[in-house]
């Protein structure tokens, strides 16, 4: 700093500055100053040889504990809903490994997921819905599906496992085609009796999401059309695109059964397609 500026702020001060030894007279005023002024404080807002609240309170603990005078405090109180998680092997259960925790969680989202389903319907199976029921944040429900979509066809995976059940069933009769055939649709109509819900959502609703849900069942009812190409070979053989077209005709009355508050009309559907069948081949 310029010594005549230096000399201006101590003047400020109160104090005449000597001509003979400025250095002198600015040593002298900081000295007062620093005289004036309350103790600085040093460290974290603390003064020196203060101590922080952990040391007061370590020094605290230890005086209780040589004068006999423990302070134990009550233990806490767990949350119920963590009393539930721990019930059952979930994600907080420890002794399984990664792995089979993430596993536990797609279960659990998979089961709330059909759950929603049949209680409020297919619109109402959301993230949200699914996330929120399930206790599960949505970046965990998004570690395992990319969305609605994925979540609801892997529910349809999941839940045609039963009428693909019921067609290896019939195929395994050892029969010809044609009665493969009408076994395998006697299960599909067993199929919907059983579960009227879920035969919706496997046969008509999860179908129309797009492509993808749609291939889950194609190749059960391409074989079906298939069977009857073959069964026909030894009267009068039918088409592939005749068979497709009986098939894909029959599968419209089974949706055509969930529009309406009874299915009296399951039983009779079966039979008629043998009668029709028996009549194409004798033409």
């Not at 001509?19 to 020196?48: F, K, N």
């Not at 759950?115 to 206790?135: M, P």
Request: aromatic content about 6%; overall charge positive; hydrophobic content about 40%.
């Amino acid at each position: 700093m310029h010594p005549d500026r230096k000399a201006l702020e101590l003047h400020s001060l109160g104090e005449s500055v000597a001509p003979e030894s400025l250095q002198t007279q600015t040593r002298r005023i900081a000295d007062r100053i620093e005289e004036r002024q309350p103790a600085v404080r040093r460290g974290r807002g603390r003064p020196p040889g203060s101590k922080n609240k952990k040391t007061l309170a370590r020094e605290e603990a230890a005086r209780r504990m040589e004068s006999g005078v423990v302070n134990v405090s009550p233990p806490a109180e767990v949350p119920e809903r963590a009393l539930e998680w721990s019930e059952h092997r979930g994600r907080w259960d420890r002794s399984l490994s990664p792995h089979e925790r993430r596993e536990e969680q797609r279960r659990r989202l998979l089961d709330v997921a059909h759950a929603i389903l049949r209680k409020n319907g297919f619109e109402a199976v959301t993230v949200d819905a699914v996330t929120e029921a399930a206790e599960v944040g949505r970046q965990s429900f998004y570690a395992h599906f990319d969305g609605r979509a994925e979540l609801l066809l892997a529910l349809h995976h999941e839940l045609a496992r039963t009428l693909f059940a019921g067609f290896d069933l019939a195929v395994r009769g050892g029969r010809g085609s044609n009665e493969v055939v009408f076994a395998a649709l006697d299960q599909l109509i067993a199929f919907v009796r059983t579960d009227r819900d879920r035969a919706c959502f496997v046969l008509r609703d999860a179908p129309r999401l797009g492509q993808r849900h749609h291939a889950v069942l194609r190749p059960l009812f391409d074989a079906l059309a298939s069977m009857l190409v073959l069964g026909s070979l030894q009267s009068r053989p039918l088409d592939d695109f005749t068979s497709h077209l009986l098939i894909g005709g029959f599968r419209t009355r089974v949706e055509a059964l969930f529009e309406s508050t009874s299915l009296a009309d399951a039983d009779r559907l079966v039979p008629a397609f043998r009668v029709l069948i028996e009549r194409l081949e004798a033409r």
